[in-house]
């Protein structure tokens, strides 16, 4: 034990020195080191503690903060910080009740006291946006009820892998016979908070066309005809577009159109088209895609929610309108690692079983459902600390 604890902290202290160098990855390293440390100290007792009263306490007391508007407040506050009296005044909580709750908050290091008076941390701060304020509300309402259920709903069907877009943990949970995207559509504050999740989950991790991780300028700008056709990106099932938006923004001198594309109640909630630096249009995407030949057709999280035959579908439909050897299909998933799986793509697979009775994939599962769609996979582009990958493809010439 002295041995591995001894080697874990020589590891971090190099990992620091990476850190204060600014080294891509390495804040992530010493965030997964810091857990070996931990789950190389604690003891059952603590693990008990932290895993079944802590971090379910603390995801209600953040479900509670959105209600309240509490990390707002303390973002107002500012340095000065706020007292228990005067945060209760304004909160509308019993000053006793609050009290208890920033301590448990205090204590998981969301927020912090001193002299006094609570004070914001940078992590309060951040989650009072309002993306991670909705996303808490997509968490705590949607995803956890589902997961609590775990146990029960594989008891019921006997431990078997859930195969059903209609009978899964979600649907015994939330009481609905829907698939999940169908669903989300008939409660409008939850498909609001799931599209806010999903600009939300992965914020501050590097972009697919960031410098170091795709190489945009040389796969997809050089070479880029638009003679025939000038669509350049399709960013299908883009949601409202905060990919296609961060891309436009980062490579303004992109040639040729991008072009957004989602089902028809998802582009009809984006507001001021007009104003959109990019084209937006209803597509369903298990149908032919009709922007032919462009130079990239871009997937993100798409194939992960669907098992693979749905999946095949999807590409199939996609491929009539690859240009042989010149389009190039950009699929932004997570590879699964069977030696070193993380967290971010762990809880994701989780995600998806819970809520679509489907998986994250392996590399070789993934080259087996392209290969099976008729597609050539290219290369798989990674960037450190970032859990999704490009994947990429084309259709052979
Ligand atoms: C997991 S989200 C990914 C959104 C976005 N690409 C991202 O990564 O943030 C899946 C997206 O697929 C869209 N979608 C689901 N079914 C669809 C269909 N049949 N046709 C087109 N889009 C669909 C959803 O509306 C949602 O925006």
Redesign the pocket.
């Known amino acids: 034990m002295a041995t591995s604890v001894t080697s874990i902290l020589e590891r971090i202290a190099a990992a620091g020195k990476t850190y204060e160098g600014n080294e891509i990855g390495s804040r992530e390293l010493l965030i997964e080191l810091g857990r070996d440390l931990v789950a190389t100290l604690e003891i059952p007792s603590e693990f008990l503690q932290r895993s079944f009263w802590a971090e379910p306490a603390l995801s209600a007391h953040c479900k509670f903060a959105v209600q309240v508007k509490l990390f707002q407040h303390l973002q107002d506050a500012g340095s000065a910080g706020v007292n228990p009296s005067d945060l209760a005044k304004k909160t509308g909580v019993d000053v006793v009740l609050l009290q208890r709750i920033m301590r448990h908050l205090i204590a998981m290091k969301v927020v912090s006291f001193s002299n006094g008076r609570f004070l914001g941390t940078p992590l309060s701060h951040g989650l009072a946006a309002d993306n991670y304020q909705k996303s808490i509300d997509f968490c705590y309402d949607v995803a956890r009820p589902s997961f609590n259920g775990f146990p029960e709903f594989f008891k019921k069907t006997e431990y078997k892998l859930p195969t059903s877009l209609t009978e899964g943990p979600f649907q015994t949970a939330h009481g609905t016979e829907l698939p999940f995207?169908p669903w989300l559509v008939t409660t409008p504050p939850h498909l609001d908070e799931f599209?806010a999740f999903?600009?939300a989950y992965r914020a501050g991790k590097a972009n697919w066309f960031d410098q170091g991780f795709y190489p945009v300028a040389e796969r997809l700008v050089g070479g880029f005809d638009g003679s025939n056709n000038e669509a350049f990106l399709v960013?299908?099932?883009?949601?409202r577009g905060?990919?296609a938006q961060q891309f436009v923004a980062q490579h303004a001198s992109h040639p040729g159109k991008v072009i957004l594309?989602?089902?028809e109640p998802?582009i009809a909630s984006i507001q001021d088209k007009r104003k959109l630096p990019f084209e937006s249009q209803v597509?369903?995407?298990?149908t032919p895609q009709p922007i032919k030949a462009a130079r990239a057709y871009f997937?993100?999280?798409?194939i992960h929610?669907w098992d693979d035959e749905n999946g095949i579908r999807i590409l199939e439909n996609l491929k009539l309108a690859l240009k042989p050897g010149y389009s190039r299909l950009l699929l932004?998933e997570i590879v699964l690692s069977e030696e070193k799986p993380t967290i971010a793509a762990t809880s994701m697979d989780m995600m998806m079983l819970a809520h679509m009775a489907v998986r994250e994939r392996t590399e070789a599962e993934w080259k087996g459902i392209l290969e099976k769609a008729g597609l050539k996979f290219l290369k798989i582009y990674n960037y450190p600390g970032v859990a999704e990958s490009v994947i990429e493809a084309e259709l052979e010439a």
Not at 299 to 302: C, F, K, P, T
């Open positions: 995207f599209d999903m600009s960013d299908v099932g883009g949601g905060h990919d594309q989602d089902r998802v597509h369903d995407f298990f997937l993100h999280s798409i929610d932004n």
